[in-house]
């Protein structure tokens, strides 16, 4: 008899974990900015996704580990870890965190730099420490019971728990949800969790999406194929706006190079203060984020690898020899798999900087640009080279300022709590040289060549946007030629996604009718 007793007092406590555990996950997710409807508001959809979930967790850990109080807290300790990086992603980077994110878990390893320090190495150090500790104490308190497989007892409680969960589950997948993909709303409206599950389904199906250029027709060979250097500059934007005390000549080239251009002026992109690839891709495929859906977040996940015509993929069909230059590991964002997809030839990764010059943790700007002239130097076609730099890449507080920095960037000294400021101008002032050593490569050339210099997003200044005030968010852009000094547009917007288009069109290299909006359809 006590045995018996045992046995269902353990199914007992199962369902008591998991019924707590439930309403705990409801109360952590509180905890996110910004902060989700209470559970009772939401959708029947979202609340069974939520508990579906949870419970099926729950039941995974407690039959692997017997203890059903300890799979309880080791689940909410790994919800309590995305809330805290989804809280950091929103204070940093102005969003909330999606089902693509998972993969920064894994870079967060590879290149800890990146990303650790936004959420605090104290706080990151405390949290592991935290966990394992946790760990240890709730495996040492609580033990297996030991009639954990019998039927009325934890295994039989475990299978009526798991059959409710995928019951849950399974309302909630056949419910209809209307995601906006605005992280931010469809947060509030469904809760993480049922968002989370929401955006993996999502992502499984890619939209056929028409590129522009797949379009296209080739650029004879009897016609103008000129050298095209296309230069996503780390975090470039004019900051001189939010502080009238920054020297003028901080960007001395860029203005100088900015008055013989083709055009320029404030170009849209669709990150703040990281996500590169986003820009990146929308200039590359000429694709607007809309037409992404959940693609939108990291299109190099899936959306790039079926096939979609690029500006490289058209150059490359046009006779052109295409090149990327990145100082960085080329298997981040899996560049190394998706680039060829896209229509680059040759990929210089970091393994071609061996011995560079390095400016702060980076290969400097400088390097990249006596890369670019050397590439361009040895071409014997035409050739398309697009550079992604690295130097002015944060996290910019890992850094320290001198006395001499303040002199050289400032006509006068900032507000307090400015020193990110500080460390952006330094590397912006290179960015600024590297623009000029470009220019210069091409203009020396005998040759007709363009360039197409751009930033990808804002750099993350917390504290200086505090300070001083938040820009927009649009970044900068110029074209120009080596064989024009005349500057056609004294000042265009326009999206990423419409860059390389309006670039081709500078060059004289497309027709009025050519220039047709992207649509859905089978090409790609």
Not at 115 to 142: D, H, N, R, S, T
Not at 288 to 300: D, E, I, M, T
């Amino acid at each position: 008899m006590p045995s018996a007793i045992v046995t269902e007092g353990s199914a007992v406590v199962a369902f008591l974990a998991a019924a707590l555990g439930l309403l705990l996950s409801f109360a952590l997710e509180r905890m996110i900015t910004p902060v989700p409807h209470s559970w009772w508001r939401r959708s029947r959809g979202s609340f069974c996704l939520h508990a579906g979930t949870w419970l099926a967790v729950y039941c995974l850990l407690a039959v692997l580990l017997g203890r059903p109080w300890f799979s309880m807290t080791i689940e909410l300790a790994l919800l309590l870890l995305v809330v805290l990086v989804n809280n950091a992603k929103m204070k940093s980077l102005r969003e909330p965190f999606v089902f693509a994110d998972f993969e920064y878990f894994t870079d967060a390893i590879m290149h800890p730099r990146l990303y650790i320090p936004f959420l605090g190495w104290w706080k990151a150090i405390a949290a592991a420490c935290g966990f394992c500790l946790a760990a240890w104490v709730g495996w040492w308190l609580e033990s297996a019971p030991a009639g954990r497989f019998v039927w009325v007892g934890q295994l039989g409680a475990m299978v009526t728990l798991a059959l409710l969960a995928f019951g849950l589950l399974a309302v909630g997948i056949r419910a209809r949800t209307a995601l906006t993909f605005d992280p931010s709303r469809d947060l509030r409206e469904h809760g993480l969790i049922s968002c989370l599950w929401r955006y993996g389904v999502a992502e499984r199906v890619v939209p056929t999406i028409k590129s522009p250029f797949v379009s296209l027709p080739v650029i004879q060979a009897n016609t103008a194929r000129p050298n095209l250097i296309a230069v996503q500059n780390e975090s470039f934007f004019d900051p001189r706006s939010l502080f009238d005390g920054i020297r003028p000549d901080v960007l001395a080239e860029f203005d100088r190079v900015k008055a013989s251009a083709m055009e320029h002026g404030p170009l849209d992109v669709p990150a703040w203060g990281a996500n590169t690839v986003r820009t990146e891709f929308a200039f590359l495929s000429g694709i607007s984020q809309s037409a992404l859906g959940v693609h939108r977040f990291n299109p190099y996940r899936r959306a790039a690898r079926g096939g979609i015509s690029t500006l490289a993929s058209y150059l490359k069909r046009s006779g052109y020899r295409t090149i990327c230059i990145h100082p960085y590991p080329s298997s981040f964002y899996c560049r190394d798999r998706v680039y060829p997809m896209l229509g680059f030839d040759e990929f210089i990764d970091i393994r071609g900087f061996s011995g560079a010059e390095r400016f702060g943790p980076y290969v400097s700007d400088m390097a990249v640009a006596d890369r670019i002239a050397e590439v361009l130097s040895a071409a014997s076609g035409p050739t398309f080279i697009f550079a992604i730099t690295m130097e002015n890449h944060g996290p910019l507080h890992l850094e320290r300022s001198a006395e001499s920095d303040v002199v050289d960037l400032y006509s006068r000294p900032p507000p307090a709590g400015c020193e990110d400021l500080t460390i952006y101008l330094r590397h912006l002032r290179n960015a600024d040289r590297m623009l000029g050593r470009v220019c210069a490569a091409l203009a020396s050339s005998a040759s007709p060549g363009g360039l197409c210099w751009f930033g990808d997003h804002v750099p993350i200044m917390t504290g200086v946007y505090s300070a001083l005030g938040s820009p927009s968010g649009a970044t900068s852009y110029l074209l120009w030629r080596n064989d024009s000094q005349a500057c056609r547009s004294p000042e265009t917007r326009l999206g990423a996604e419409g860059l390389a288009l309006a670039w081709l069109d500078a060059m004289g290299m497309l027709v009025p009718a050519e220039l047709e909006p992207a649509a859905s359809g089978n090409e790609r």
